[in-house]
């Protein structure tokens, strides 16, 4: 049989992607590191069939856009194209966590869809190879690929911009304390606001202080040193949203809450609380700490208002084949 399912975490950069080099094959202008999250992830079951007149792609428990499904039509040809075979394919999908709301549905989707489609197309690729296919399906898809701690190296040309594990995911005990905000969808998608990053004034500093930046961040994860590796963590997302917030048109993705989160963060460090933030292209912020403090800094975002749940992840393992299939 020609069916295939895969789960693969969402992840969140300590040094982020903002901006490509090719929008074609989602080359980044800079490199980044991640850490895969254990709490937010997609699963996804593919089937081909020579009986199937046309691809069926479904979302369980959420709608299933326009926009999305041609996306992953798309990808599904890329991989008939590998594996020349023209076969339709039934795709379903389930997400941990709301999609489209900045926790990178679209990182954990493409690579839980890369894994499960070649798996049951029949392709063997390796660990590079599927990080370069869901590179292409999108950018930040890669990264959720290797195990753990994840670097993307931008590379010059599509088979040089790849993913590889740094350190696995039972390195650091560190938290992801998810702070979620707003459940809407975003109104500009990550991949479509930095399209106009070269509109800001300031891209340029920030992608120039990407290598150096990458260098520290690897040797503070190697040290497991949480001061140094927070502060870092914390500096790069407000470069990426300062860079954000002066493009044009500007791009503002906080919200009140995500404000009242981020005080709350000062205020534990102040009280001697390691806890540090970083936010994607959306409102709800993750708080990085290490596994002694989850309970405190968890309690303590709770009761922030505005914040409507708390998801805590740990460093999970990349995307990988299941037995169970979602139909
Ligand atoms: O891969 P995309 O299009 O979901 O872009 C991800 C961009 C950020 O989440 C804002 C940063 C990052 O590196 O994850």
Same mark, same amino acid.
């Given at each position: 049989?020609?069916?295939?399912?895969?789960?693969?975490?969402?992840?969140?950069?300590? /040094?982020?992607?903002?901006?490509?080099?090719?929008?074609?094959?989602?080359?980044?202008?800079?490199?980044?590191?991640?850490?895969?999250?254990?709490?937010?992830?997609?699963?996804?079951?593919?089937?081909?069939?020579?009986?199937?007149?046309?691809?069926? /792609?479904?979302?369980?428990?959420?709608?299933?856009?326009?926009?999305?499904?041609?996306?992953?039509?798309?990808?599904?040809?890329?991989?008939?194209?590998?594996?020349?075979?023209?076969?339709?394919?039934?795709?379903?999908?389930?997400?941990?966590?709301?999609?489209?709301?900045?926790?990178?549905?679209?990182?954990?989707?493409?690579?839980?869809?890369?894994?499960?489609? /070649?798996?049951? /197309?029949?392709?063997?690729?390796?660990?590079?190879?599927?990080?370069?296919?869901?590179?292409?399906?999108?950018?930040?898809?890669?990264?959720?690929?290797?195990?753990?701690?994840?670097?993307?190296?931008?590379g010059k040309k599509s088979s040089d911009s790849?993913?590889?594990?740094?350190?696995?995911?039972?390195?650091?005990?560190?938290?992801?304390?998810?702070?979620?905000?707003?459940? &809407?969808?975003?109104?500009?998608?990550?991949?479509?606001?930095?399209?106009?990053?070269?509109?800001?004034?300031?891209?340029?500093?920030?992608?120039?202080?990407?290598?150096?930046?990458?260098?520290?961040?690897?040797?503070?994860?190697?040290?497991?040193?949480?001061?140094?590796?927070?502060?870092?963590? &914390?500096?790069?997302?407000?470069?990426?949203?300062?860079?954000?917030?002066?493009?044009?048109?500007?791009?503002?993705?906080?919200?009140?809450?995500?404000?009242?989160?981020?005080?709350?963060?000062?205020?534990?460090?102040?009280?001697?609380?390691?806890?540090?933030?970083?936010?994607?292209?959306?409102?709800?912020?993750?708080?990085?700490?290490?596994?002694?403090?989850?309970?405190?800094?968890?309690?303590?975002?709770?009761?922030?208002?505005?914040?409507?749940?708390?998801?805590?992840?740990?460093?999970?393992?990349?995307?990988?084949?299941?037995?169970?299939?979602?139909?």
């Open positions: 049989m020609m069916k295939a399912t895969a789960i693969a975490p969402a992840n969140i950069a300590f /040094i982020k992607y903002w901006g490509k080099r090719s929008n074609k094959f989602r080359i980044p202008l800079n490199d980044s590191i991640s850490m895969n999250l254990s709490g937010a992830t997609t699963t996804t079951t593919v089937e081909f069939s020579p009986h199937f007149d046309h691809d069926d /792609i479904s979302f369980i428990g959420e709608i299933t856009h326009e926009k999305e499904t041609e996306r992953i039509i798309q990808h599904l040809d890329r991989i008939r194209k590998l594996a020349h075979k023209k076969i339709f394919a039934c795709v379903v999908t389930k997400n941990s966590f709301p999609k489209g709301t900045g926790i990178a549905s679209s990182a954990s989707g493409f690579a839980a869809l890369t894994v499960s489609a /070649i798996h049951a /197309i029949g392709l063997t690729l390796t660990e590079k190879e599927k990080t370069i296919l869901a590179r292409i399906g999108s950018g930040s898809a890669c990264r959720s690929i290797p195990d753990g701690f994840v670097w993307w190296h931008t790849y993913a590889e594990s740094l350190f696995p995911s039972t390195w650091w005990n560190l938290c992801d304390v998810l702070c979620v905000v707003s459940k &809407e969808v975003k109104s500009i998608s990550s991949s479509k606001g930095m399209d106009a990053i070269k509109t800001s004034p300031y891209w340029k500093s920030r992608v120039n202080q990407i290598p150096e930046k990458m260098d520290l961040v690897k040797t503070a994860l190697q040290e497991r040193n949480i001061n140094t590796f927070g502060m870092l963590l &914390e500096e790069d997302a407000i470069s990426m949203h300062c860079v954000m917030m002066t493009q044009n048109p500007p791009l503002f993705y906080w919200n009140d809450a995500t404000l009242c989160v981020m005080d709350v963060v000062y205020e534990l460090r102040k009280n001697g609380v390691a806890a540090y933030f970083t936010i994607d292209a959306g409102p709800n912020v993750h708080i990085i700490c290490e596994k002694k403090n989850e309970d405190i800094v968890s309690n303590e975002m709770k009761k922030v208002f505005g914040v409507q749940s708390v998801i805590v992840n740990v460093p999970a393992s990349g995307a990988h084949c299941i037995k169970h299939h979602l139909f």
